[in-house]
C-alpha cells in the first residue's frame, strides 16, 4: 500500500536559478550530446521515481521505448505538486520544468533522502527535448501539461478525475542537440537492473515497441543478496549465502553484501543514494578498512595468524570478493573526474564502524566460512610474495633506456606518450608487416608468440611468469594491478592487430581479459583500440579495392561488370608491408574500434563466463551470439 503525503506540495519546491544556458551547453549538464548524454535523459526521469520509491511513496515505474523512439517513464509515486508556487505564482509543475536547480531536494522538505546527481533533473530533460508531455495524477484529478524545446505550449489543464497518483513523463529527444537520436534497450536495462537489486521490492517493468514482437521484461529483487548472487552466478562461491547487513547511524544508512568466490579478481562496486559511484570514495574507503582489521582480528584471535606474524594486506583479503556497497546519505558530496565519487568525509568514520562491528560478528557466528575467507587470504599472500620478483622484471627503469625494453619490440622514436601508438600484433609474420609498413616516427610493433596465458584462471605470480605478458607490460611502462600508474604509459594508443579468425578472435579476448583485469584504467581512459584489417581484396591491374565483410563485398561484385582478382586475407601475414599500411595502420584511412565499459557489472559477467571454469555459461553465451557472426573460419 503507497502512502499518501498530504505535506509534500508547492511550498516545498524551491527555486535557485534559471534555464537559459541549458540548450547552449548542454554537455555542462548531461555530459555530452553523444549516446551517454541521450540516455542521461531517460535516468534522470527514472532517477526522481526512484527518490519518491526511497522514501516509500512509489512501488512501480514503468519505461516505455516507443515505436518512434521517444520515451515513456511513469511512477505511481505521489504526483509532482500542481499548485502555484508561492514565490513564482505559476503552478509548482511548470517551475520544476522550465527552471533549473528546482524541486523538492535543494533544501525543501519533500525529500530527505534523493539521488539526484547534479540537480539538474527534469528541468533539462525538458530543455533538449523537441517535445515532452507531462501527466500527474493527484487531488482526485489528472494534470495534463505539453512543451517544445522546455516552454509550455499551454496552460496546465486538468483532463479527468482519478483516485490513482503518479507522474507520467513523454519525451522526445531534439535532433538538434543530439548526434543520434536511438536509444539502446541495453544500456537502459542495465541501469533499471542495478536499480532494482538496490531498491527491495520495487516493480521495474520495461517496454520496447521498436520490433515486430514487442520486448517486455519486470525487474523485482530481494535486494542486494541478489545483487552479489547475479554477479557471482556460474562461479564457485566460498560462502553459499551472502553476507548482507543493513544499519543506520545520525542519517546515514549502509547496507553491504559480500559473496567470495574461488577466483582472484576483486569486484566492489559502489553506491550512494542509488548513484554508481565509479571512483569510490568515502564509503568504499571505510569498506575496505573495516574489512581488512576485522579479517586480521579473527585471524589473530583463532590462531590462523601467529600474533608476531605480519598482518594480511587488504588486497590479500579482497581476492575473490564480490561486495555491494550502497549508502544513503542526506547531503551527498560527488567530486572525481566523472562526479561519481562521495567525498563526504564524515562517511568514512561511520561505514567502517558500522561494516567492522557487522562483520566481527558474522565471522564469529560464522567459523567455518571465517576459517575459508582467512585461508583463501593466506593463499594470495604467499601468491603476492612470488610475484614480487616476477614483477620487479616488469618494470622500466627510464623511457631512454631501450636496453630494458623488450627485445621484440620496434619502439618509434617519438617521445611523446600522447601522440605514440603501439600495435599488438599476431604472429612474427605479421610483426615483420607490421614493422616494415608502420610509421616509424609514432607506430611501435610488439609481436606477440602464440596466444598469451588465460589470466581469468591465474593468480598474479602465473601471470608475471608469462614471458608474453611481462614483455607487454614493460612496453607500456604502467606496472601492473595495485602499483599500476596510467601517467607512466608510454602509448596512449594501444592497437590489438590480430587475423580475422577464430584464432585471432581468441588473441583478442585474452588481451582484453588481462587489460580488463590488470590494466582495467587504459580501458576506462580510452586507450584501447581493435584494429580492422580487411577480409578481401578485389584487384583488377593496379586498381584495388579492400572489404571488411561479405555484405560489402557483395554489393560492390554485384554491380561491377569489370573482372576481379578476390583475395582472401585469411591472416595479417598475407598482407605485403604497403598493403597493411593502407588498410589497417594508416591514421588516415583506417578503421579502429574504441574498448570501452559501459556497464562494469556486465563486463565482470562476460569475462567471468566466458574465460571461466565452468563451461556451460560459455556455451550459452555462444548459442545466444552466434546468430550475430558474419565471418567464421574454422
Known amino acids: 500500500m503507497i502512502n499518501t503525503d498530504n505535506g509534500y506540495n508547492a511550498s516545498n519546491i524551491q527555486v535557485l536559478e534559471g534555464l537559459e544556458a541549458v540548450r547552449k551547453r548542454p554537455g555542462m549538464y548531461i555530459g555530452s550530446t553523444g549516446p551517454k548524454g541521450l540516455h542521461h535523459l531517460v535516468f534522470e526521469i527514472v532517477d526522481n521515481s526512484i527518490d519518491e520509491s526511497v522514501v516509500g511513496q512509489c512501488d512501480t515505474i514503468q519505461v516505455i521505448i516507443h515505436a518512434d523512439n521517444s520515451v515513456t517513464v511513469s511512477d505511481n509515486g505521489r504526483g509532482i505538486p500542481v499548485d502555484n508556487h508561492p514565490m513564482m505564482n505559476r503552478p509548482a509543475i511548470e517551475v520544476i520544468m522550465t527552471t533549473l536547480h528546482s524541486g523538492g531536494k535543494f533544501g525543501g522538505s519533500g525529500y530527505t533522502i534523493s539521488g539526484g546527481l547534479h540537480g539538474v533533473g527534469l528541468s533539462v530533460v525538458n530543455a533538449l527535448s523537441s517535445l515532452l508531455e507531462i501527466t500527474v495524477k493527484r487531488d482526485g484529478h489528472i494534470y495534463r501539461q505539453v512543451y517544445q524545446r522546455g516552454k509550455p505550449t499551454s496552460d496546465l489543464q486538468i483532463i479527468g478525475d482519478t483516485k490513482q497518483t503518479g507522474t507520467t513523463i513523454h519525451f522526445f529527444p531534439d535532433s538538434e542537440i543530439f548526434e543520434e537520436l536511438i536509444f539502446d534497450r541495453e544500456i537502459i536495462i542495465q541501469r533499471l537492473r542495478d536499480l532494482s537489486f538496490l531498491n527491495k521490492g520495487l516493480i521495474i517493468n520495461i517496454t520496447d515497441e521498436r520490433e515486430a514482437e514487442i520486448f517486455r521484461k519486470q525487474y523485482v529483487s530481494e535486494g542486494l543478496m541478489d545483487f552479489v548472487t547475479y554477479i557471482n552466478k556460474n562461479k564457485e562461491t566460498v560462502n553459499q549465502e551472502p553476507i548482507h547487513f543493513k544499519d543506520r547511524k545520525d542519517d546515514v544508512i549502509v547496507e553491504i553484501a559480500i559473496q567470495y568466490n574461488n577466483g582472484y579478481s576483486e569486484n566492489i562496486f559502489s553506491f550512494a543514494n542509488n548513484i554508481r559511484t565509479q571512483e569510490g570514495g568515502t564509503h568504499e574507503i571505510g569498506f575496505k578498512n573495516a574489512l581488512t582489521r576485522a579479517v586480521n582480528d579473527y585471524a589473530k584471535k583463532n590462531g590462523q595468524l601467529k600474533e608476531n606474524e605480519a598482518n594480511l594486506s587488504g588486497e590479500d583479503i579482497r581476492e575473490g570478493i ?25 562517511i568514512r568514520g561511520i561505514t567502517e564502524g558500522l561494516v567492522y562491528e557487522s562483520l566481527q560478528d558474522y565471522l564469529q557466528e560464522n567459523p ?17 610474495e612470488a610475484a614480487r620478483k616476477a614483477r620487479e622484471l616488469t618494470r622500466r627503469k627510464s623511457a631512454l633506456e631501450s636496453t630494458s625494453l623488450p627485445g621484440k619490440l620496434a619502439d618509434c622514436s617519438n617521445r611523446d606518450p600522447g601522440s605514440s601508438e603501439l600495435f599488438i600484433v599476431e604472429g612474427d609474420s605479421a610483426g615483420g608487416s607490421a614493422k616494415m609498413g608502420r610509421d616509424r616516427t609514432y607506430q611501435a610493433i610488439l609481436p606477440l608468440r602464440g596466444k598469451i596465458l588465460n589470466v581469468e584462471k591465474a593468480r598474479l605470480d602465473r601471470v608475471l611468469s608469462s614471458e608474453e605478458i611481462r614483455n607487454l607490460i614493460t612496453a607500456m611502462g604502467t606496472g601492473i594491478g595495485e602499483e599500476f600508474d596510467i601517467t607512466k604509459a608510454r602509448y596512449h594508443k594501444l592497437l590489438i592487430m590480430t587475423d580475422a579468425d577464430v584464432d585471432g578472435s581468441h588473441i583478442r579476448i585474452l588481451l582484453l581479459t588481462f587489460f580488463y583485469r590488470y590494466m582495467k584504467e587504459l580501458i576506462e581512459q580510452g586507450y584501447i583500440y581493435i584494429a580492422q584489417p580487411p577480409l578481401y581484396g578485389l584487384k583488377r591491374g593496379k586498381e584495388i579495392h579492400y572489404f571488411f565483410n561479405d555484405q560489402d563485398l557483395d554489393n560492390f561484385t554485384k554491380n561491377s561488370d569489370k573482372k576481379w582478382s578476390i583475395q582472401r586475407y585469411k591472416g595479417l601475414g598475407e598482407m605485403d608491408p604497403e598493403q597493411l599500411w593502407d588498410t589497417t595502420m594508416n591514421a588516415e584511412t583506417r578503421t579502429i574500434l574504441q574498448v570501452t565499459i559501459d556497464d562494469a557489472i556486465q563486463a565482470e559477467k562476460i569475462f567471468s563466463d566466458l574465460m571461466g571454469d565452468n563451461v556451460e555459461p560459455r556455451r550459452e553465451f555462444i548459442n545466444n551470439n552466434a546468430r550475430y557472426v558474419t565471418n567464421l573460419d574454422i
Open 368 to 384: 567455518v566460512v571465517a576459517k575459508r575467507i582467512v585461508e583463501k587470504a593466506v593463499a594470495a599472500r604467499r601468491a603476492r
Open 322 to 346: 564480490v561486495a555491494i556497497i550502497s549508502v544513503m546519505v542526506k547531503d551527498p558530496q560527488f567530486e572525481g573526474q566523472t562526479k561519481t565519487k562521495l567525498g563526504n568525509t564524515f
